[in-house]
C-alpha cells in the first residue's frame, strides 16, 4: 500500500498550487480521501474530506471557499487544489484514505506560502 504525495512547495500569499496523492496496493475507489495538515508545533488537523464516490466533500472552516478536494478514481488519485493561500496554511499536507476503521497515511509534501 502506498500513498504519494506531490506538488508542494513555496508560494506566495495569494498564490495557488494543487496537491496530488497517488494511491496504490489498494482498492482505491472503496475509500474516502481526506487531506490533512500538520504546521510546526502544533497537531495534525483535517483540512477535507471526499466520498468514495466523489459526490460528496466537506472543509475544514479555515480552508472553505479557498481549497476544493476532488478525486479521479479511474487514476487512483486524490487532488486538493488551493487558491488564495495565506502564510498560516504553511504546513506539511498529507493525504489518508479510510475505509471500515482501515486507514493509510502518506508521507506528507511540504506546503510553505511566503514573500
Known amino acids: 500500500v502506498q500513498l504519494v504525495e506531490s506538488g508542494g512547495g513555496l508560494v506566495q500569499p495569494g498564490g495557488s498550487l494543487r496537491l496530488s496523492c497517488a494511491a496504490s496496493g489498494f482498492t482505491f475507489s472503496s475509500y474516502a480521501m481526506s487531506w490533512y495538515r500538520q504546521a510546526p508545533g502544533k497537531e495534525r488537523e483535517w483540512v477535507a474530506n471526499?466520498?468514495?464516490?466523489?459526490?460528496?466533500?466537506n472543509y475544514a472552516d479555515s480552508v472553505k471557499g479557498r481549497f476544493t478536494i476532488s478525486r479521479d478514481n479511474a487514476e487512483n488519485t486524490v487532488y486538493l487544489q488551493m487558491n488564495s493561500l495565506k502564510p498560516e496554511d504553511t504546513a506539511v499536507y498529507y493525504c489518508r484514505a479510510t475505509m471500515w476503521g482501515t486507514d493509510y497515511w502518506g508521507q506528507g509534501t511540504q506546503v510553505t506560502v511566503s514573500s
Open positions: 471526499i466520498s468514495s464516490g466523489g459526490g460528496s466533500t
